[in-house]
């Protein structure tokens, strides 16, 4: 028998599981790391997908047909079912009015809503769970009462800022183009910016109305 023969010391086999646990500890932290990198860069598409989207729809009703007038709104201005949306995050609700500038157009009135929309019932037909979502809806009122013709409606994650207001800036000067911003800001708790940004076209009749929802700043 060869006397240097020894075989594995306990000495070694500790410091083989201590280095295998290091390596296990490193691989799993990567892992970790690799899978909160791809669900990150996923919302982010999502979001990018989401907001290009309804600010398509918005910007080529503005682009067809002008805008005449914008101001702050309540949900409550369109009739929306209250089984519909979850009421204990009304603070947060944000409502936008837009008037086209057509005259021969009927459905002149568009709304962009944002709020916390049921998206699970339980067997009562209760809401029981919701989410952020944001709306571009397209109508006109009859006799007090809203009609909708067109509806867009996408979903937000939690993890976006909801006490921001938007904003209206816009310029009229007789001597050049009247022209307006529309900003909606959809900031997420990282501090990423998805806002919504309307560039429109305005003539000397224009009006902006500032409320809880909307600021309205006319510029020189």
Request: charge should be neutral; hydrophobic fraction near 30%.
């Given at each position: 028998m060869n006397k240097y023969n020894k075989g594995v010391t306990i000495t070694e086999i500790i410091l083989s599981i201590v280095i295998i646990g290091i390596?296990?500890?490193?691989?799993?932290?990567?892992?970790?790391?690799?899978?909160?990198?791809?669900?990150?860069?996923?919302?982010?598409?999502?979001?990018?997908?989401?907001?290009?989207?309804?600010?398509?729809e918005i910007s080529d009703d503005?682009?067809?047909?002008?805008?005449?007038?914008?101001?702050?709104?309540?949900?409550?201005?369109?009739?929306?079912?209250?089984?519909?949306?979850?009421?204990?995050?009304?603070?947060?609700?944000?409502?936008?009015?837009?008037?086209?500038?057509?005259?021969?157009l009927e459905d002149n009135i568009g709304y962009i809503l944002f709020y916390r929309a049921?998206?699970?019932?339980?067997?009562?037909?209760?809401?029981?769970?919701?989410?952020?979502?944001?709306?571009?809806?397209?109508?006109?009122?009859?006799?007090?009462?809203?009609?909708?013709?067109?509806?867009?409606?996408?979903?937000?994650?939690d993890d976006i800022f909801t006490d921001i207001t938007p904003s209206v800036k816009y310029y009229m000067d007789s001597d050049i183009m009247n022209f307006g911003l529309l900003n909606i800001p959809i900031i997420t708790s990282d501090n990423k910016h998805y806002d919504i940004n309307i560039n429109f076209n305005i003539n000397d009749n224009f009006t902006c109305n500032s409320g809880n929802n909307l600021i309205c700043n006319k510029m020189w």
């Open positions: 390596i296990s500890t490193f691989l799993i932290s990567l892992l970790i790391q690799v899978r909160y990198e791809s669900e990150k860069s996923n919302t982010n598409s999502q979001y990018i997908i989401t907001i290009s989207s309804i600010t398509k503005v682009i067809n047909y002008g805008v005449k007038s914008i101001s702050s709104c309540n949900i409550s201005d369109i009739s929306l079912q209250p089984s519909t949306y979850d009421n204990s995050y009304s603070d947060t609700f944000k409502c936008i009015k837009i008037e086209y500038d057509s005259s021969y049921y998206t699970k019932y339980d067997d009562n037909g209760i809401g029981i769970t919701s989410n952020n979502v944001i709306r571009y809806m397209k109508g006109h009122f009859s006799d007090s009462l809203w009609l909708s013709s067109y509806s867009m409606m996408k979903e937000l994650s």
